[in-house]
């Protein structure tokens, strides 16, 4: 049996060797999405060592939400449009066990959606939208830490 600690700092004993998973939510259709993306990027540098699973979500100013490893580069938020063009569209959803995940909305014919597990979203967002609870309760609504 593995020992691995959560966000708070907790020991847990895990049966299975997977990663934890952390969403780290951030933008927005605040004034204040610059900002949330710096602490988005800051946080990603902070769990780069972690034992965690680290995925970005993304929304757009426009309310898209969008995930994919292109995200997780600080340098690639200085043009909007190619995040938004290498993004991969996405949503929340819950698996066929009930869990929570983050499933990517691939369109096409041999395009395969990607599906990943939720342990605990860290919300980054700065102004409506994020500090006035509302995306907290869709999480909760989503039974996701």
């Known amino acids: 049996m ?9 020991i847990r004993l895990n049966n299975n060797m997977g990663k934890k998973s952390v969403v780290i939510a951030f933008g927005g ?3 204040e999405h610059e900002v949330s993306v710096l ?3 800051q946080a990603l540098s902070a769990l780069e060592e ?3 699973e680290i995925r970005p979500l993304y929304i757009s100013k426009t309310g898209k ?4 490893d292109y995200l997780l580069k600080l340098e690639h938020y200085k043009n909007l449009d190619k995040v938004i063009d290498r993004g991969v569209p996405c949503t929340l959803a819950h698996n066929e066990y009930s869990k929570p995940v983050l499933r990517e909305l691939k369109t096409g014919f041999l395009k395969k959606s990607g599906e990943y597990a939720i342990d605990v979203m860290l919300i980054a967002f700065h102004g409506s939208g994020g500090e006035n609870g509302s995306f907290q309760g869709l999480c909760e609504i989503f039974n996701i830490p």
Not at 2 to 10: E, K
Not at 65 to 68: A, F, L, R, S
């Open 50 to 52: 972690s034992p965690f």
């Open 29 to 31: 259709v605040s004034p």
């Open 39 to 41: 602490t988005a990027m």
């Open 2 to 10: 593995m020992a691995t600690a959560d966000i708070a700092g907790n």
């Open 65 to 68: 939400w969008y995930t994919g």
